[in-house]
């Protein structure tokens, strides 16, 4: 049977996830000899390797080509799915991520919906959730209202080849989806929803304080606004995030009124900073967990995220040469 569709899975350092993605991906409800699997992996990991080496063997017995593709070169999701689909042979290219586990039918559902010029599909992510959420685990569960993630679209080759796949640019797990998207929506290509194909996107545990180092992210959001101003400003972020500059203000004005000996100014700021810091933190712990390590950790981070957002929102205004606040 000829090859309807090549799985790519992009990797790195995470050897259990990727086996229980790798089982779920090798148990589908699709002819075995239809379709591969194309792990690649960024970190070029000898344990990477012997996970992809076991399960290969494993789906040879039912006719199932799995392969292992190191990562050379630029680095980063984008390169590494794009070593992916470059090294792929099917004319349907299905990106999913280390960290998921599709569910039987995922293969199946998305390959069918490539009808009548359709150009790229994408599937329903589900993100479960305990009752009480962390911070954390709350943002990750936003991915299941995202269009077009990896975690779990289609894509022809043909369409991939046409705009270069994915900018290598986005060198962190961050955006890099959001502008394939943009770019084929502008291109009028036909895009596709498909609910029925779904995969369970597990939430990885955290080190306490993990959101602000996830600030380095919003460099990328200068580079993704560069390119698609307009629909960034639609489906993205509708307008600059006012109340990060208002906290950095208030705490600047706070400690310059310090330094020039204006007590007046310096409690006023303060006051000012702690009020809409104090909000800030309120409004994360809404629906979240109250546990006193959790409301801690929203306490400090929530006076440390505006700052550093700020920072790696101007830093990518720089590095992409773009006007972004």
Not at 11 to 27: M, V
Not at 175 to 200: K, Q, W
Not at 222 to 240: D, V
Not at 286 to 307: F, K, R, W
């Amino acid at each position: 049977m000829a090859l309807r569709a090549s799985v790519v899975v992009p990797t790195f350092r995470r050897p259990e996830s990727l086996s229980r993605c790798l089982a779920a991906l090798c148990a589908q409800a699709f002819d075995p000899a239809a379709y591969e699997v194309i792990v690649t992996d960024d970190a070029a990991s000898d344990e990477a390797r012997r996970v992809v080496t076991c399960w290969a063997e494993r789906a040879a017995a039912r006719g199932l080509a799995l392969r292992y593709v190191p990562v050379t070169g630029a680095h980063g999701p984008a390169a590494a799915r794009n070593a992916g689909w470059r090294a792929a042979h099917g004319p349907i290219i299905a990106f999913t991520d280390d960290d998921c586990l599709p569910t039987p039918d995922w293969l199946a559902a998305g390959v069918a919906a490539f009808v009548n010029g359709v150009a790229g599909a994408s599937g329903r992510v589900i993100v479960p959730l305990p009752r009480r959420p962390t911070d954390y685990e709350r943002n990750t569960a936003a991915i299941e209202q995202a269009e077009f993630v990896t975690a779990n679209c289609f894509y022809r080759r043909d369409v991939l080849a046409a705009v270069g796949g994915f900018d290598e640019r986005f060198a962190a797990p961050w955006r890099e989806d959001s502008d394939l998207f943009f770019t084929l929506l502008g291109c009028n290509a036909r895009l596709e929803r498909v609910p029925e194909a779904a995969v369970v996107h597990a939430v990885r545990p955290a080190r306490w304080g993990t959101s602000v180092g996830q600030q380095r992210k919003s460099m990328f959001n200068a580079l993704l606004y560069k390119k698609h101003p307009a629909l960034y400003r639609r489906k993205i972020q509708a307008a600059p995030p006012w109340h990060y500059y208002c906290c950095l203000l208030a705490a600047l004005a706070a400690l310059g009124g310090e330094l020039a000996g204006d007590r007046r100014l310096a409690c006023g700021a303060a006051s000012l900073w702690m009020v809409l810091t104090g909000g800030f933190c309120l409004h994360r712990l809404q629906h979240t967990s109250h546990a006193p390590g959790h409301v801690a950790e929203m306490i400090v981070t929530s006076a440390l995220i505006p700052p550093l957002a700020i920072f790696w929102r101007l830093r990518g205004a720089l590095k992409f040469r773009v006007l972004f606040v």
